[in-house]
């Protein structure tokens, strides 16, 4: 599957500048009592171009881990246990390593506040702007299902986007309670063609999807980060609402873009995508990076290139056993 092609990256990522620049990582801040673990510490400032392409490796990172947890639900529909087995220990990779050791990089995780703040833009502009478009645009091009499910998200968004709020004025001030996260309907993904027709309904659900899977990552770092810092019912309230963005949204969306097939071609999308990024995505970031002597980014980008490789040779023996 193609996962880095470059689009608008999710608001409150960062903020890049022009390629020419050399721009700091976000500002991290230590929790109580000392400094952070070395995974939260951004080193240096980096190069406008590493930090793009560490946006997009992320998202890509994100993307995939999303994809492999439904092609691994339909490969258990199908009586295909290792096959499952696989793409759950390749999403947990994806995940737990790969993202893990963007986020520093990018300087994602700041501290409690500065996490709801970056939360609090990103919902805010997906229920003001990004899914109220995505809908007129699906009801213009005859695809009301996509266009109640786009209205549906962008009043998830909302209603998050206020959580959020509640929960940043009892960090700051210390005062009140935060709220209680919320429940995903959980939504099955099973294999099946695209339900809708457009061109650009087509193309808004995988940006959306693209958004999703990443604002669940990003969520789950959050919540580590909560807990790291003393605050338990904060980290609930990234942990369900990170639920929601996957389980829900990314998995509605998904359904309407005919995401998952055939076991078969879901094991040839991935060994398409993993090799793309082992030889070309990767190895591409990584020589940008040592241009510019971003060597931490640059040995990031060539050791995930590598478990690229690895996945695909895993995906590709998966696939010619069932040949």
Not at 92 to 101: A, C
Not at 113 to 125: D, F, K, M, S
Request: with cysteine; hydrophobic share 45%; glycine share 8%.
């Amino acid at each position: 599957m193609s996962r880095h092609s470059i689009r608008t990256l999710v608001v409150g990522l960062c903020a890049l500048t022009a390629a020419s620049q050399a721009v700091p990582a976000l500002a991290l801040v230590a929790p109580a009592g000392g400094a952070p673990p070395a995974p939260h510490t951004a080193a240096r400032a980096l190069h406008a171009q590493t930090l793009a392409d560490l946006a997009t490796a992320m998202k890509g990172e994100a993307y995939a881990h999303a994809v492999y947890g439904f092609f691994a639900a339909e490969a258990d529909r199908q009586d295909l246990p290792a096959v499952g087995k696989l793409f759950r220990s390749t999403a947990q990779t994806e995940l737990h390593e790969h993202l893990h050791e963007a986020a520093p990089l990018l300087g994602m995780v700041g501290g409690n506040a500065a996490n709801l703040r970056q939360a609090i833009e990103g919902e805010t502009y997906e229920h003001e702007v990004m899914y109220r478009r995505f809908a007129e645009e699906a009801r213009q091009d005859g695809d009301p299902e996509a266009a109640k499910l786009f209205g549906e998200i962008a009043a998830d968004e909302g209603r998050h986007r206020d959580a959020f709020r509640t929960a940043l004025a009892v960090v700051t001030t210390g005062g009140g309670t935060i709220p209680a996260p919320p429940k995903a309907d959980m939504v099955s993904v099973p294999a099946g063609m695209p339900k809708v027709k457009a061109a650009r309904t087509k193309a808004n659900l995988d940006t959306a999807m693209h958004g999703e899977g990443l604002a669940h990552a990003k969520y789950m770092l959050f919540a580590a980060h909560a807990r790291q810092t003393g605050n338990a019912a904060l980290a609930r309230l990234w942990e369900g609402t990170a639920e929601v963005e996957l389980r829900e949204h990314f998995a509605g969306e998904a359904v309407l873009a005919g995401l998952v097939r055939d076991t078969r071609e879901n094991l040839r999308m991935a060994v398409t995508g993993e090799r793309d990024e082992a030889t070309t995505v990767y190895p591409g970031f990584a020589e940008r990076a040592t241009a510019v002597g971003d060597s931490a980014a640059a040995r990031f980008f060539r050791d995930t290139a590598a478990d690229e490789a690895r996945h695909a040779a895993a995906f590709q023996k998966a696939l010619d056993r069932m040949s």
